[in-house]
């Protein structure tokens, strides 16, 4: 049954191939907790992916790829996950940045195979504030006088769509209600943001109502080359042989390579080598910042070689057009507040102050695993007879002149049996294919014993069930790999995240900039949503923004203010 499922999907991810090279066009959006930072912050976003050709949110790109630029070139990079055509996440933007103004904007692989594609159509500007260094972005900063500083006015956007929103604090308990009603026909889609506003201009920006007119009036496509894999289920990680000559390529093409992360929820993929020592790594998603594992299964002998992850990132010539930051003397105590309280919360960071919001599990390890906790048992000096004597599930095989550890196999009519093909065994979910190598692993640092007595396909390879040996530490402690594996720094898809502060203690010195964000609010023709967050230690003026579209992709914007005193 799982061969006929993984045969479908394949069959149905390749006509939608076909179909994207040939029509799809996609444009995303990004949407901010607000327009200024300081370098340090977080950079809170969320992602609306449209469908030129049907005028709606596009259910086909399963990511999108974030890049911010300065005058002077690339100066960070995000990645958000994408279901439906929407996505939220974060980028915490570095502590070393120059003051000035950045470019931010978003594409997918399939908009990377549109000919002239226009990554900065959809680009908005954000100033980045470094108080903590005199560097600036050359060319980028213009220091102006109070007076003409004093001119500037902040820009909102006006009304869009039949959405309502209101904000009423507590002054007696610390926090704050912001309601949102939609009195329109259609359900919305749409982010909020409420944020200090301490007199510190924001860069002028168009808003979703201006990006949706730009989509709308979009002149025919000049056609479609195949540049980039489009990416229905998630990432499609690009890797190449490094480490070897011609030669030695080609003694590897075709092999099998792995990419994993140490992880107590296994998630290896798998995939081929092609002829020109390149690999296509097809994956569901893969979230957060990890160590990767890449390994080239049994490049045959006297090959030295390994796998190096190639950048999906465009890196469009985006520095130009970057209007400089002005700035002047009366913004330093401003500045200085802002600084202090990014450094008190990165010191008092928690994962409680965050909702994570769902996300697509991976589809391989949909069951239930079969677990021995070790604790309950005697453990032996050697795996092997922790096996042997203890894990009914699992026996110790030869194969050849090669030992291999067996799953007991479940089968759909409840028959078992024990695995005569080859089963994955992993550490901290990272593939060993020397099993000799468990078989003397120290039973003292492993914890539990996982085992999933099912057929998997991972790749173009067929497992006879999976055994997963977790670890107290999660690091695959005292594991020694050959040098075809690499362990490389792999920054994954953002987790989208809610962030309302509720977790914050009185103790807890508040002095948040941005209290609320949800990047992901749905509200139902007649409905409305309420959202609470805890209010900061101090007062002032609250901006409170909604931003999004319905579902026939028609903008939807509301913007009101919130009073609070000091709590």
Not at 261 to 272: G, I, Q, T
Request: with cysteine; charged share 20%; proline share 5%.
């Amino acid at each position: 049954m799982k061969r006929i499922i993984s045969v479908f999907i394949c069959l149905c991810l390749f006509a939608a191939y076909c179909a994207a090279q040939d029509h799809l066009r996609e444009r995303v959006y990004l949407s901010s907790d607000k327009e200024v930072y300081v370098a340090g912050d977080i950079l809170w976003c969320s992602a609306y992916c449209v469908d030129v050709n049907t005028g709606r949110l596009s259910s086909f790109s399963g990511i999108a790829y974030v890049e911010i630029h300065s005058a002077q070139g690339l100066a960070q990079t995000g990645k958000i996950a994408l279901y439906g055509g929407r996505g939220a996440g974060r980028i915490d933007l570095s502590n070393s940045l120059p003051t000035g103004n950045y470019r931010i904007f978003a594409y997918t692989a399939q908009s990377c195979n549109e000919i002239g594609y226009d990554y900065l159509a959809a680009a908005k500007t954000v100033s980045i504030f470094n108080p903590l260094t005199n560097d600036r972005v050359g060319n980028g900063v213009k220091i102006v006088s109070e007076e003409e500083y004093a001119s500037r006015n902040f820009f909102y956007h006006r009304p869009e769509g039949n959405i309502r929103v209101a904000a009423v604090p507590d002054h007696t308990g610390g926090s704050a209600s912001v309601s949102i009603s939609n009195d329109g026909s259609e359900t919305v889609t749409l982010d909020l943001s409420v944020y200090h506003n301490d007199g510190i201009v924001p860069p002028h920006n168009s808003g979703v109502s201006d990006f949706l007119s730009g989509v709308r009036s979009l002149p025919a496509a000049a056609g479609f080359r195949s540049v980039r894999i489009p990416e229905y289920e998630g990432e499609i990680i690009r890797a190449k042989v490094s480490g070897t000559d011609a030669e030695g390529r080609d003694a590897v093409a075709y092999k099998h390579v792995f990419i994993s992360a140490p992880d107590s929820r296994p998630e290896p993929y798998s995939a081929d080598i092609d002829s020109d020592g390149e690999v296509s790594i097809y994956t569901s998603n893969i979230f957060g910042n990890k160590e990767m594992f890449l390994e080239i299964e049994n490049p045959g002998e006297g090959t030295v070689c390994h796998l190096e992850i190639e950048s999906p990132f465009v890196e469009p010539y985006a520095s130009s057009g970057i209007p400089p930051l002005e700035i002047c003397q009366s913004l330093a105590g401003k500045l200085e507040a802002r600084s202090m309280s990014m450094q008190i919360s990165k010191a008092f960071e928690s994962d409680t102050l965050y909702e994570h919001l769902p996300i697509k599990s991976p589809y391989l390890f949909s069951e239930e695993a079969v677990r021995y906790d070790l604790d309950d048992y005697t453990r032996f000096p050697l795996m092997e007879e922790t096996i042997i004597e203890f894990i009914t599930e699992l026996r110790v095989g030869r194969s050849g002149n090669r030992r291999n550890i067996q799953v007991l196999m479940k089968d759909s009519y409840n028959g078992v049996y024990f695995s005569e093909g080859m089963s994955l065994v992993l550490v901290d979910g990272v593939p060993v294919f020397d099993q000799e190598k468990i078989l003397s692993y120290d039973p003292m640092t492993v914890r539990y014993v996982d085992i999933y007595p099912y057929t998997y396909f991972i790749g173009k390879r067929i497992f006879s069930g999976v055994v997963n040996f977790i670890t107290y530490k999660g690091g695959l402690p005292g594991m020694k790999f050959e040098d075809n594996v690499r362990i490389v720094s792999f920054r994954g898809a953002a987790y989208p995240q809610a962030y309302t502060g509720e977790g914050i203690s009185d103790e807890y010195p508040d002095y948040r900039r941005t209290i609320l964000w949800h990047p992901l609010v749905t509200v139902a023709p007649g409905e409305t949503v309420l959202l609470k967050c805890k209010t900061p230690a101090y007062g002032g003026r609250f901006e409170v923004v909604v931003e999004g579209m319905t579902g026939s992709c028609l903008p939807v914007y509301s913007h009101t203010f919130m009073e609070l005193g000091p709590r």
